[in-house]
């Protein structure tokens, strides 16, 4: 049973009949290929915020899209990319987000599990590993793979920093949703600017991985045409060669309509019929 996997889909929230109509028609393929596992490569979100069980936007045709296929018994991993990234996965990272985000300021009464997990989806956090066939699969979203201060790490290091965990855990719910509503209104992606080229991919940042046993990376983010790259291992111990994997980027759903199916150790990259 083959795995799939989806990237930077991007989906916003409410009344959106073209994009609600061509994720139907995707999870219909997923079905149809008779999936045992789809993994969402981060960015499934457009913008996503989430706080104490409390989601930013109307979600509710989308959730009963991915839960029908949960419901069929489809494993539905989802991975934090750098919109979507505050998807709280129910156990804070630290001691620290413990206080921000849970009971010691915020009182009783919260809810720490995410709208995702009633949905079907398991909140993986960004990182997500599994066994495929006989392979070791590492999943994320990609853009910590490629050196680019000026765009996104900024971006990421300044929204996940502590005066702003403060302000998203602190900040009027109401204010935000009418914020990041607006926001998705008027937002044509304007980010493309922003997006490292596959150049830039540090391998030094794999490349332990590979050591460790990793035979495939999958990553989206770059919003280019499929691409396959080559990584070596460091060669941590020093009594075997440098293991060697392999990095594959998958297109962004929303610009191609573009998944990846990875059964009996092949790959193809496929079409949604009903391109978003």
């Not at 995410?114 to 909140?123: D, F, K, V, Y």
């Not at 000026?150 to 300044?158: D, I, L």
């Amino acid at each position: 049973m083959p795995a799939i996997l989806v990237a930077d889909m991007h989906l916003k929230p409410g009344a959106q009949p073209a994009q609600n109509a061509a994720l139907r028609d995707f999870l219909r393929e997923v079905l149809a290929l008779r999936a045992r596992r789809l993994i969402l490569l981060g960015d499934a979100f457009n913008w996503w915020f989430e706080r104490d069980g409390r989601v930013v936007g109307d979600y509710d045709e989308i959730f009963a899209a991915f839960a029908s296929v949960a419901a069929a018994g489809v494993i539905i991993d989802h991975v934090s990319g750098n919109r979507d990234f505050m998807v709280g996965a129910g156990r804070p990272a630290n001691r620290l987000d413990h206080a921000v985000y849970r009971g010691f300021f915020r009182g009783r009464g919260v809810n720490p599990v995410s709208r995702l997990t009633a949905a079907g989806i398991n909140p993986r956090g960004f990182v997500c590993q599994f066994e495929q066939d006989g392979e070791k699969i590492f999943c994320a979203h990609g853009d910590m793979y490629a050196l680019n201060p000026a765009g996104h790490g900024m971006m990421r290091w300044w929204t996940m920093s502590l005066p702003m965990r403060l302000f998203w855990a602190w900040a009027p719910f109401a204010g935000l949703q009418f914020f990041f509503t607006r926001l998705q209104r008027r937002e044509t992606l304007p980010y493309r600017r922003l997006l490292p080229k596959t150049e830039l991919i540090e391998p030094t940042v794999l490349a332990p991985l590979a050591d460790a046993g990793i035979d495939r990376f999958f990553c989206g983010h770059f919003h280019c045409g499929y691409r396959e790259l080559t990584v070596t291992g460091a060669g941590i111990a020093a009594d075997k060669i440098s293991a060697r994997a392999t990095l594959h980027i998958i297109p962004s759903w929303l610009d191609r309509g573009a998944f990846a199916v990875l059964e009996n150790r092949r790959l193809k990259i496929e079409q949604s019929l009903n391109e978003s």
